[in-house]
């Protein structure tokens, strides 16, 4: 029987390790954007794991730094900006950089530890305004570290803040702060202490909408003022239908696919059909993608629409769609000839029976309900799997239930998810590692909830991480999401337009509403700069999903409209994304350096 751990903690969620946006710049080294400063790395960066956090109080860090460490290999000294405060007024220092890193690497059900725990140390330098990370390896995508900093003096102990937001949220170090959440609101006002311009609007709401017909409505009747829904044709028609809604419409860096849950190969409390290398080969074979393209994805991306092929990634630098490894995977035949080689049989009802158990395995597929498009696609596809012997049913729940509890507690075993990946393609290494499926042997810690582990294509990716030279490390990730594709982790499906629709006569400018369609924050970048054109007191952004915990660190940031109502909104970082998947300095960071040693 599976087990079900969604008991260790409460409703929480996995903080991905986003970057908090809002313009901004500073003096920086004369390094290129996707390369430490400094000379060329080591020929051999450190394999050793870095040591856990020091147990100091994050509100001590250490006076001058004296000498790197023993097994430096990188030194990440950052200058925050001199007037930086949180919203109480009290400075952002140091502490809580190392308050952020020691909640990472320490907290129970920490989303993600990768990044931080190639991290030796980090202390103070010359000011508690200057902090020096040592790195006991070349780390390359240090910029997506440190992204979201958690406000020191709220915590009593930084290495365990898997309670501390039960009852309140992160503390604000962005141009708007939160004064109320609950089920049914968050409001944003202007923080009246950030050190930058402050904000036009007086008051945001973000409002959850439960289903596109809510969304279409609320955007038509005025009710909101701004929506981001997952792309629809529909939403084209109703911008159509009023010359005054706003649509903006845009490629960017998600994509939705099947993921096949194996984590039974790990532990076996998430034991389940596709631990079975050959059942879940079959399977993944038997699923005709390209009628589900057409089916599905051709009417919201136009007759032209291909799909996607590239894995867990779209296409760029690190996939090249004519060679991408997920391409010709469907072959029902072949499935069936692979399944009987193995001795697997059909019963009276035409579904395979596993020859090990003499059992039919039954497939749980989860999504979230009130999505239509992933329901159409359930009622779509289990009908054909089961003409080829493949028992599928569905297993859902809403969207706070699967991308906070069951998702992160791997307790499926067929998904159909949009990710919203950073510009750097270390996202894959906390999503897809051995380390990183959360295990009792962890502490519940990672972001691996499809429960794949390859061994060689774990290495891989973490020498990706280490490694600087742009060619090398894209051969690295290629090769990884090669494996991917052989070991049938996932189908991908379709690289989905993000999208933007807004009342024009309600909000504006429109140039600010659409700056920042394509970016991994979505719109809040922007936000500070929204007006109140119809004099009503506030903005109302509609949220298509809601967050139903508001710890950063744990399960609860896995969703991305957590990231989007909460965690980008008021959570400093070092480093802000841009609509182009570019990383830029943020208005906290004023000067940095990284250097090889």
Request: hydrophobic letters at 40%; a negative charge; charged letters at 20%.
């Amino acid at each position: 029987m599976r087990k079900n751990r969604r008991g260790r903690v409460i409703a929480a969620v996995a903080a991905m390790s986003f970057i908090a946006a809002s313009c901004g710049g500073s003096d920086t080294a004369d390094a290129p954007a996707d390369e430490p400063a400094a000379e060329a790395p080591a020929d051999e960066p450190a394999d050793e794991p870095a040591d856990e956090p020091a147990d100091a109080p994050a509100d001590e860090p250490a006076a001058e730094p004296a000498a790197a460490p023993d097994g430096t290999a990188m030194v990440y000294t950052v200058n925050l900006h001199p007037d930086a405060v949180w919203e109480d007024g009290s400075p952002i220092t140091v502490a809580d950089m190392i308050c952020t890193w020691q909640a990472a690497m320490n907290t129970p059900g920490s989303l993600s530890t990768v990044g931080y725990d190639q991290i030796i140390d980090v202390v103070q330098g010359s000011s508690d305004k200057q902090g020096v990370v040592y790195f006991a390896s070349v780390y390359a995508p240090f910029r997506t570290l440190f992204g979201g900093l958690l406000m020191a003096s709220m915590h009593d102990d930084c290495n365990d803040v898997s309670l501390d937001f039960d009852d309140a949220w992160p503390a604000s170090g962005r141009p708007y702060k939160i004064t109320e959440w609950s089920p049914t609101q968050v409001v944003y006002e202007p923080n009246e202490n950030y050190w930058g311009d402050a904000p036009v609007t007086s008051k945001i709401v973000a409002v959850p909408l439960a289903d596109f017909e809510t969304e279409q409505a609320a955007i038509a009747s005025g009710e909101v003022d701004f929506i981001s829904p997952q792309w629809d044709p529909s939403f084209r028609e109703v911008a159509e239908a009023d010359s005054a809604i706003g649509l903006d419409v845009r490629p960017g860096a998600m994509y939705e696919g099947f993921y096949f849950q194996q984590g039974g190969k790990v532990d076996s409390q998430y034991d389940g059909p596709f631990a079975n290398d050959v059942y879940r080969e079959a399977f993944a074979r038997s699923i005709d993608r390209e009628a589900v393209i057409q089916q599905i994805y051709v009417p919201i991306g136009g007759a032209d629409t291909e799909a996607l092929t590239c894995g867990p990634i779209v296409p760029g630098p690190y996939c090249d769609p004519a060679t991408a490894p997920f391409q010709d995977i469907y072959d029902p035949e072949g499935a069936a000839d692979l399944l009987s080689s193995e001795g697997w049989t059909q019963d009276a009802d035409g579904f395979w029976v596993n020859p090990d158990t003499g059992e039919v395995p039954e497939v749980r597929w989860i999504i979230n309900t009130g999505n239509g498009r992933r329901e159409s696609t359930q009622a779509f596809l289990i009908p054909k799997l089961a003409e080829l012997g493949f028992k599928v049913v569905p297993d859902n729940c809403d969207a706070a239930c699967y991308f906070q509890q069951r998702l992160p507690a791997l307790d499926y075993d067929m998904a159909m998810y949009i990710s919203v990946p950073s510009p750097d393609p270390g996202y894959l290494t906390g999503s897809f590692i051995c380390d990183a499926v959360p295990t009792e042997d962890n502490g519940y810690a990672g972001q691996n909830s499809q429960g794949w582990c390859n061994e060689e294509a774990s290495a891989m990716l973490t020498e990706a991480d280490v490694t600087t030279d742009a060619a090398a490390r894209a051969t690295l990730i290629k090769d990884a999401i090669q494996m991917m594709a052989d070991d049938f982790v996932m189908t991908p499906l379709f690289q989905f337009p993000n999208s933007f629709l807004w009342r024009s006569d309600q909000v504006g400018p429109s140039a600010e509403m659409s700056a920042n369609t394509a970016n991994y924050v979505g719109y809040v970048p922007s936000m500070p700069l929204w007006e109140d054109l119809d004099g009503d007191g506030q903005i109302v952004i509609g949220a298509e999903q809601w967050p139903e915990c508001l710890n950063p660190v744990t399960e609860c940031a896995n969703s991305s409209w957590y990231v989007w109502t909460v965690a980008a909104v008021v959570q400093p970082g070092l480093w802000d994304t841009t609509d182009d998947q570019a990383f830029v300095e943020s208005p906290l960071l004023e000067s940095w350096t990284a250097e090889v040693l």
